[in-house]
């Protein structure tokens, strides 16, 4: 099993996602720390958001109001992120990618047309609704998952993450157990908005991508 961890100082934090930076500027809107565009751009700042701080930059400096600065920034960030995802789907084309369950199942879906792909369910819990479904063809138990892992080329996973560290299922983090990965594989996470009972912090010695 992977071990509990914390980036080390100095290691480089996990990519920044504009999905997750416009739901935190979303949520400041909506409980009011943020009432001015020059708020959205501090903390656009601080997240660590190059585009979007010098997009929202330009719309302070037009005095454009909170608002209309939201819905500008919303629709770049959106745009920021499908080209990623676009990207990130085309260098999975034809390459054998294990998805582990569980994941939203329209995700899960994306990488079906352009891949190889093979679903992963380690910890062998009953899928309800269209994951039921995935989990029909599934490879199924954690000894199983680590062996078909090391096939992967790639590997898509939910994570949670929270100042820089990603939290995982601990069945999902012994499939991805650093050492036990391949060479040069592709990490692919999709970040959901809260924590759960069973995850635990894992560090990858691979760099982690977002969709």
Do not use: W
């Amino acid at each position: 099993m992977a071990e509990p961890s914390t980036p080390e100082s100095g290691t480089k934090p996990p990519a920044k996602d504009e999905v997750e930076l416009l739901e935190i500027l979303r949520l400041l809107m909506k409980s009011k720390k943020a009432r001015t565009t020059s708020d959205l751009l501090k903390y656009a700042t601080q997240y660590g958001a190059p585009e979007a701080e010098e997009r929202l930059r330009m719309l302070e400096a037009e005095n454009v109001p909170v608002d209309l600065a939201f819905d500008a920034i919303s629709v770049q960030l959106r745009l920021i992120a499908h080209k990623r995802n676009s990207a990130l789907l085309a260098e999975c084309r034809g390459r054998k990618v294990g998805v582990i369950l569980p994941m939203p199942p329209d995700l899960a879906q994306l990488f079906v047309p352009v891949a190889e792909v093979s679903f992963l369910l380690p910890d062998e819990t009953i899928l309800h609704g269209p994951m039921h479904e995935l989990a029909e063809h599934a490879v199924s138990g954690s000894r199983a998952c680590r062996a078909k892992a090391q096939e992967m080329q790639a590997l898509a996973f939910e994570a949670f993450r929270e100042n820089g560290v990603l939290f995982v299922d601990s069945a999902v983090a012994d499939v991805l157990e650093p050492k036990m990965l391949p060479e040069g594989i592709r990490l692919i996470a999709h970040l959901r908005p809260h924590r759960n009972p069973r995850d635990i912090a894992i560090q990858f010695t691979a760099p982690v991508s977002f969709i």
